[in-house]
Each structure stands twice: as structure tokens, then as C-alpha cells.
């Protein structure tokens, strides 16, 4: 039933305690192999496969990770409806002394003009948190502390649904000074991120930081 079992990372707060539910009858041979992180739920679990015993955090596994299909952020492909998964990208609130770094996307960028949290496309085999690293890194130049899961922005991109997940974040040492998909990066206060059009996907994500969402980061 199970060959390799890969506990994996909370896709919340990043920590490995992950519990593995697994709905339905095992192999005798998969029960007594199994490690002690898995949970036989049997024939009538309900609810996510998945659990962090750091921080409480539910999730289904097959909602988590890289995009079936390549595709730029905000931009679909030609299959038929349907068809695609959903195209999974991952964004950054980045603080720094009680400001947020916003983002304006370059003129020869889709969604030229408005304004969104860095980030980019999840590639196979990595978490949302390593995409987010390697994201910031190739397009601000900058390593990043990421934080816990802020929540999730969506868009209909016609032939696919796309999933923005944004997590807080800290620069480690040096600030983004450029980037390449932007023309303007800025740090303004909390109060002010209304003040900008924002791309679709990030307007929950601005309401959440608006209404109060503080950052959270794990302990050190």
C-alpha cells in the first residue's frame, strides 16, 4: 500500500511533527511497517489526511505542492476546462520595522501596474516555505526567513483555478533593492496597503493583514 514513507513538512508553520492519516483498510504488511506518525483512520475516516502537532494545523495532501501542468502566475493554458490542476504559487509579506514590502508588476509582465506580494510558481519536490526561498532569492536577490501561513487567494483563470498561498516573511541580511518582475518595490505601513490596486489573488491576503493578522514566525 506504502512503500516510502516521506513524513514531509506542515505547510502552515513548517515544523515536521505531520501526522499521516490514512483513510482506508491497510495491508498487514503496511500496518506493521507503518512509523508511529501514521494513523490508520480505516474505511470511515473523514476530514484531511494530514495534521501538525505543532500547530494544529489540517490539510489534504493532494492540495499541497507543485502545479501538474507549467504555467506562469496569472496566466492559463489551452487545454479544455477541467482538465488542469491548479496552478499552486506562493507569495511573501515581508516585514521590516512594522512595514510591508508591496510590489508592482513590471509593464512587460502580465497584470502590468498592480501591486502583489513577491513570489512565484512551486516546483516538484519542493514545499511551499523551499519555493519561497528560492523564489525570493532568484527574483529580489535576498534570503528570507519564512514565516507561518497567512491564507490562501484565489483566481479563475479561465481553464484553471489558481491557488496563492502567502506566507509571512523577514529578510535575513540585505533588503530587496530590485526585482526582476517588478518596477517598483516599496515599504509602506499597514494602513496604507488600501491604498494600492492590488491583483486579484492577493486581496484576501490584504484584507487579513488589514483586519489584524500579526506576524508569526517559529521559535528560534
Given at each position: ?37 501514521v494513523d490508520w483512520a480505516g474505511c470511515t475516516g473523514l476530514g484531511p489526511d494530514r495534521s501538525c502537532e505543532e500547530c494544529a494545523h ?20 489551452d487545454e479544455a476546462p477541467g482538465e488542469l490542476a491548479p496552478l499552486r504559487v506562493v507569495g511573501a509579506v515581508l516585514v521590516r520595522d ?92 499597514r494602513g496604507a496597503l488600501r491604498e494600492r490596486e492590488w491583483a486579484g489573488p492577493d486581496v484576501p491576503i490584504v484584507e487579513r493583514i ?11
Amino acid at each position: 500500500m506504502h512503500n516510502d514513507w516521506v513524513r514531509g513538512t506542515c505547510p502552515c508553520c513548517g515544523g515536521d511533527q505531520v501526522i499521516h492519516r490514512v483513510i482506508g483498510m491497510p495491508t498487514a504488511e503496511a500496518h506493521e511497517t507503518a512509523p508511529a506518525w501514521v494513523d490508520w483512520a480505516g474505511c470511515t475516516g473523514l476530514g484531511p489526511d494530514r495534521s501538525c502537532e505543532e500547530c494544529a494545523h489540517t490539510w489534504w495532501a493532494e492540495d499541497v505542492g507543485a502545479a501538474e501542468e507549467d504555467g506562469d502566475r496569472g496566466e492559463g493554458d489551452d487545454e479544455a476546462p477541467g482538465e488542469l490542476a491548479p496552478l499552486r504559487v506562493v507569495g511573501a509579506v515581508l516585514v521590516r520595522d512594522q512595514q510591508i514590502l508591496t510590489a508592482r508588476r513590471a509593464p512587460s509582465r502580465s497584470s502590468a501596474g498592480l501591486w502583489e506580494f513577491p513570489g512565484g510558481k512551486i516546483e516538484p519536490g519542493e514545499s511551499p516555505q523551499q519555493a519561497l526561498v528560492r523564489e525570493l532569492r532568484e527574483e529580489l536577490g535576498i534570503e528570507v526567513e519564512v514565516g507561518w501561513l497567512i491564507g490562501r487567494g484565489e483566481a479563475d483563470l479561465g481553464d484553471r483555478v489558481l491557488h496563492l498561498d502567502c506566507y509571512w516573511a523577514r529578510p535575513i541580511a540585505a533588503r530587496p533593492t530590485s526585482s526582476t518582475d517588478h518596477d517598483r518595490l516599496e515599504w509602506v505601513d499597514r494602513g496604507a496597503l488600501r491604498e494600492r490596486e492590488w491583483a486579484g489573488p492577493d486581496v484576501p491576503i490584504v484584507e487579513r493583514i488589514v483586519a489584524g493578522a500579526a506576524p508569526q514566525f517559529r521559535e528560534r
